[in-house]
Antibody
Framework: QVQLVQSGAEVKNPGASVKVSCKVS????????MVWVRQAPGIGLEWMGG??????IYAQKLQGRVTMTEDTSTDTAYMELSSLRSEDTALYYC?????????WGQGTLVTVSS | EIVLTQSPGTLSLSPGERATLSCRAS???????LAWYQQKPGQAPRLLIF???SRATGIPDRFSGSGSGTDFTLTISRLEPEDFAVYYC?????????FGQGTKLEIK
């Protein structure tokens, strides 16, 4: 059974970048498709990016600011978001799946505040 | 981008009752590319249904999904106390893979 453990909460200034990690256990990351989903306070879920036809794709509204990477030697996935704004304050989840997502990390709270 | 609209926003029912949750897409999904998730406070979402009607591993058979095109339904046949939560639909017919705004199922 796959388990996903994410890095801890972050507080960032506007304009800064944040990098969230997601450690996979129970499977090799190379066997899996990882996506990132965020949830702003009191708001619903927003898909940020993942894979389609083997290619990495990102939500258009985040294009140029979000980068998803993987370190297969440590089975760890990363999501980096740059030029942070107050509206990026949210709980960030990694999850497994290409189209629907059947295993989730515990979430990482990113707070953007001056 | 496909917009998913869930209704009702809040549903108040008692344990043992039947719950019917709706999800409407702004354009027809290319197939039955719709999933349902349950989220409880302080927890990550949990996959319940994929491909509109297939139950995920370990999901009780009181949960069922139906629909195609633009109209989809999640039915919980007899509510258990642990079923009171927020439910989201999600389409994967075309990217970006969008979610509905959620239906809160609360105890009456």
């Amino acid at each position: 059974q796959v388990q996903l453990v994410q890095s801890g909460a972050e507080v960032k200034n506007p304009g800064a970048s944040v990098k969230v990690s997601c450690k996979v256990s129970g499977y090799s990351l190379i066997e899996l498709s990882m996506v990132w989903v965020r949830q702003a306070p009191g708001i619903g879920l927003e898909w940020m990016g993942g894979f389609e036809d083997g290619e990495k794709i990102y939500a258009q509204k985040l294009q140029g600011r979000v980068t998803m990477t993987e370190d297969t030697s440590t089975d760890t996935a990363y999501m980096e978001l740059s030029s942070l704004r107050s509206e990026d304050t949210a709980l960030y989840y990694c999850a497994i799946g290409t189209y629907f997502f059947d295993s989730w990390g515990q979430g990482t709270l990113v707070t953007v505040s001056s | 981008e496909i917009v998913l609209t869930q209704s009702p926003g809040t549903l108040s029912l008692s344990p043992g009752e039947r719950a019917t949750l709706s999800c409407r897409a702004s354009q027809s999904l290319s197939s039955v590319y719709l999933a349902w998730y349950q989220q409880k406070p302080g927890q990550a979402p949990r996959l319940l249904i994929f491909n509109a009607s297939s139950r995920a591993t370990g999901i009780p058979d009181r949960f069922s999904g139906s629909g195609s095109g633009t109209d989809f339904t999640l039915t919980i046949s007899r509510l258990e106390p642990e079923d009171f939560a927020v439910y989201y639909c999600q389409q994967y017919g075309s990217s970006p893979y969008t979610f509905g705004q959620g239906t809160k199922l609360e105890i009456k």
